[in-house]
């Protein structure tokens, strides 16, 4: 006992020694290396991904089984759609997903999958564009993905998910197929634990606002 005491106090000497010959600038500059890091840490841009994105064969994500080169006669190269989905495949519990306009056959099939392995899925959508014909949240709903949608004025305009509560994606795009091929958009996918809760917090608020039992498509007369 009295040699481990003595140990400490001997580690106690030295970090004060330490201390002091940093001086209080030493160690005003030794904890804002420690923050940093610490911050650095805690929040990363992960990637960047634009659009446009040339058509490229995806079958190699949607059944790693099958041996290419498949049939599409594609180019079976790396796009942001690909990259895309690879984060959107990495989910192994959950995935939250906010999209205002969803059409795109391949982001359909990604999430498809997922809900197939045992992923929890939920799904908020604009009620005017999950209506509009090649809109893919009738097939997903079909499927079993929990699906919830506005009914007021105004579009319920998000473009986000989140994977296993740790990572966010969100941008510009709209996931559809003209979005990703034609138009000038772009996503951003954070490791922010700041960030992530604020999206989730907000998810969590317009699932709960969406509530079916909520709705009022017939409201009575007075």
């Not at 089984?65 to 990259?83: D, K, N, V, Y």
């Not at 091929?181 to 989730?200: G, H, W």
Request: aromatic content about 8%; some cysteine.
């Amino acid at each position: 006992m009295w040699a481990t005491t003595t140990a400490v106090s001997w580690k106690t000497l030295g970090l004060a020694s330490l201390l002091l010959a940093l001086g209080l600038e030493g160690v005003t500059r030794l904890l804002l290396f420690v923050l940093r890091g610490r911050q650095q840490r805690r929040s990363s841009a992960s990637e960047v991904l634009f659009f446009p994105a040339p058509p490229t064969c995806t079958e190699a994500l949607l059944r790693p089984s099958r041996p290419l080169p498949c049939a599409c006669g594609l180019p079976h190269t790396e796009s942001s759609l690909s990259r895309l989905m690879l984060r959107l495949l990495s989910a192994r519990r959950s995935l939250e997903l906010c999209i205002f306009s969803f059409s795109n056959p391949q982001l359909a099939r990604t999430v498809l999958l997922l809900h197939r392995r045992g992923v929890r899925v939920r799904l908020i959508a604009d009620s005017d564009y999950m209506a509009v014909k090649g809109s893919q949240v009738g097939v997903l709903r079909k499927a079993g993905i929990a699906v919830r949608h506005d009914q007021h004025i105004g579009y319920m305009h998000h473009k986000f998910a989140v994977v296993d509560k740790t990572v966010l994606i969100t941008g510009s795009l709209n996931w559809t197929t003209q979005a990703i091929q034609t138009n000038r958009e772009n996503i951003l996918i954070l490791e922010d634990v700041t960030v992530v809760k604020a999206f989730m917090e907000e998810f969590e608020r317009i699932w709960q606002e969406y509530d079916p039992s909520t709705y009022e498509f017939f409201p009575a007369k007075k």
